[in-house]
Every structure is written in C-alpha cells, then in structure tokens.
C-alpha cells in the first residue's frame, strides 16, 4: 500500500513548479528548478502545476494533475485543455509503458480565492488571477521492477521568471512522478497517549495548563504489494 496524500502547497504562484514529497500512497516530483515568478505582464499560459497518484487497487492508480493558469494579464491567455495527455515510462530503460499515452479528462475549472487559505506567510499582491483545471483518471499499471515514470508536458509556460536568462519565450512545463512500486507488508500498532501538563511537578512554565494529544493510527491487516488485500 502506498499511503496518504500530503498538504497542499499553495506558494505555487511564485514558484515555477511544485514538489509534493511521496508518504505512501503519494509522491509527487515535479521536475523544473524552483524559479520565482516576479511579473506576470507578459505572462502567456500556465504558471504552475502539480501531479499525484493513490493506489485504488493491485494494479489499478488513481492520478490526479493541477494545472495552475494566468488569468489576470492582458490579452487573455489561451485557456487550459479540456482535456491532458499523459505518458508512462519504464524507470528501467526509460521505455514507453503499454497502453500509454493516455488522455485525462477536465473534471473542473475554477479561480482560486488566493486569500482563503489561511497562510500567514502568504499574501498574495493586487491583480493576481489564477485559475486551476483539475484532472483524474485512473490507469492500470502492472508490477514492474524499478517501477514508472509518470510524465505530463507542455510548451505553454508563463515566461515571466525573473532567474531565466536569457528569458525565452519557448519554455514549457514539465511535471514528473515516480511510481517506485515499493511494499509495505507491516504496520505499527495504534498507539494513543495523552499527557496534561498541568498536573507535573517538574517543567517549564509555558507548560503549565497545557494539554498534548498525539496519535498514530495504522490498519489491523498488513497491507502491500504480496497482499492481496489494497485496503
């Protein structure tokens, strides 16, 4: 079994691309240096991206690609495709998985509300526009030893980054995952515990009245590639 997705990163609209780091189920590589997006005047397309998968069964993976588009200059920018096209490579001689390319549809396309997700650190300045297509379905990919490459590109990249130079026109998005096809045959036991600060003799102050919970949860069957239960 391959794990639970990760929070979101929401910083995508001064980077050129995301990461999105694997714990089990999820590993997201978006495969583009970090690059700070200063202006968007002559922005074109997309700024940004995101991909991700959840094993939904033995061979069976659910993927789900953002895309991230300028809406706020000046012509228009084209919109995003109603639908993606995805590719699947063999890790191990680089080769084209059967069955692959493959096209996922639009499920929708909305403007973010860039001042709803409560980061302080963040806050975004006048005039920024971003729209996001989401994308998702689900594909087939048998056991294979060292495991896939999951690959989404286009050529529609927004050119206003700041430390390209020199700025091009012709730069595009890459967006890569790695499907390393790893088990995971064992689980720890759940473990609860409590502690109430309030009631110790010996600490710092700032502990005084405070109260800690923390919990690891785990399923009560092993769970991996050798068991035939994905659950």
């Known amino acids: 079994m391959r794990g639970k997705s990760m929070k979101r990163n929401y910083d995508f609209f001064f980077t050129s691309v995301i990461s999105r780091p694997m714990n089990g189920f999820r590993r997201t590589i978006l495969l583009m240096a970090f690059l700070v997006i200063t202006s968007f005047a002559n922005a074109t397309h997309i700024t940004g991206g995101e991909i991700y998968y959840k094993c939904i069964g ?4 659910e993927v789900t690609l953002l895309l991230w588009r300028d809406c706020s200059t000046s012509p228009t920018p084209a919109n995003l495709s109603s639908t993606a096209v995805l590719n699947v490579y063999f890790i191990e001689g680089g080769l084209s998985a ?16 860039l001042g709803a997700y409560g980061n ?18 689900t594909i087939v990919l048998p056991f294979a030893s060292g495991g ?17 130079v020199p700025l091009s026109s012709e ?11 790893t088990t995971v045959d064992y689980h720890p036991p759940t473990v609860v515990w409590f502690e109430d600060f309030e009631d110790r003799s010996v600490g710092d102050e ?11 949860c785990a399923s009560t069957s092993p769970c991996g590639l050798n068991d035939s239960d994905p659950a």
Do not use: H
């Open 98 to 113: 059967t069955g692959f390319p493959v096209t996922l549809p639009r499920l929708s396309y909305d403007t973010l509300d």
């Open 120 to 137: 302080s650190c963040f806050i975004p300045p006048p005039g920024i526009c971003v729209q996001e297509g989401v994308y998702r379905d």
């Open 171 to 181: 730069i595009g998005t890459s967006l890569i995952m790695n499907v390393p096809m």
């Open 206 to 216: 700032d502990d005084v009245g405070s109260t800690a919970w923390s919990t690891a």
């Open 58 to 61: 033995v061979d069976s993976f």
């Open 148 to 164: 896939y490459l999951i690959a989404y590109e286009c050529g529609n990249r927004n050119i206003g980054i700041a430390n390209l």
